[in-house]
């Protein structure tokens, strides 16, 4: 039974499309985020959500919009696509404000803009 | 603004030989850990550090925590090639938001 668990894995789409990438977890945390991991390995939070409430948004273009319509479940949509956004996406959880307790992660979308 | 700095990005050594990545800052965390990451796959966690000075250990794996809390670091003894991967460390910023902070990660591989 997968913890974290992200749909798409891949994602091939070319300029100027829309897609949107789901993030559901079974482990009743209270916190979701999303990172961006460039093509270096870099990762970088983009957003996070409380019990459904936005608590980070971390200069992310407007065309990403997250929607989180519970708990255990966050997803993102992206309008427009560019090239530039071409990376892998991952969704993680955690109990409230704990991030000494650790993230788990999901296994990551790998979104290819052509 | 928080920044980690992981050396070295890159680590290629034989099976049997021990190893050091370090991870550090100008900014106090409130936590430190430590995570591996294998190809096409999510990051894992391996250890959380709190308290400065504190030393934990993973079989073969050593974590360390600045006194100061700003610096981490990861000793391996006798690598094996099952400790190949990308080991990214991260720090937990102040407030409650859970917010981690990334390194820009070090990439392992273990020859047999």
């Known amino acids: 039974d997968t913890a974290v668990s992200q749909t798409p894995k891949y994602l091939v789409t070319q300029m100027g499309n829309d897609k949107s990438i789901k993030c559901e977890q079974n482990?009743?945390?209270?916190?979701m985020y999303w990172y961006k991991q460039d093509s270096k390995k870099f990762l970088k939070i983009m957003f996070s959500y409380n019990n459904k409430e936005l608590i980070i948004n971390e200069t992310v273009p407007n065309r990403f919009s997250p929607k989180s319509p519970d708990k255990a479940h966050l997803n993102l949509h992206i309008n427009s696509l560019e090239l530039g956004d071409s990376a892998v996406y991952f969704c993680a959880s955690s109990p409230w404000g704990q991030s000494a307790g650790g993230y788990t992660f999901g296994s990551g979308t790998r979104l290819t803009v052509v | 603004t928080q920044l980690l700095k992981q050396s070295p990005q890159f680590l290629s050594i034989q099976e049997g030989e021990n190893l050091t990545v370090y991870c550090n800052s100008s900014s106090v965390f409130s936590s430190l850990q430590w995570y591996r990451q294998e190809p096409g796959e999510g990051p894992v966690l391996l250890v959380t550090?709190?308290?400065?000075?504190e030393v934990k250990k993973l079989k073969r794996l050593t974590f360390q925590f600045g006194d100061a809390r700003k610096d981490s670091s990861l000793h391996i003894t006798a690598a094996q090639p099952g400790d190949t991967g990308l080991y990214l460390c991260?720090?937990?910023?102040?407030?409650?938001?859970?917010?981690?902070?990334f390194g820009q990660g070090t990439t392992l591989q273990v020859k047999p």
């Open positions: 550090v709190v308290t400065g000075g």
């Open positions: 991260a720090g937990g910023s102040s407030g409650n938001t859970g917010k981690l902070i």
């Open positions: 482990l009743g945390h209270d916190t």
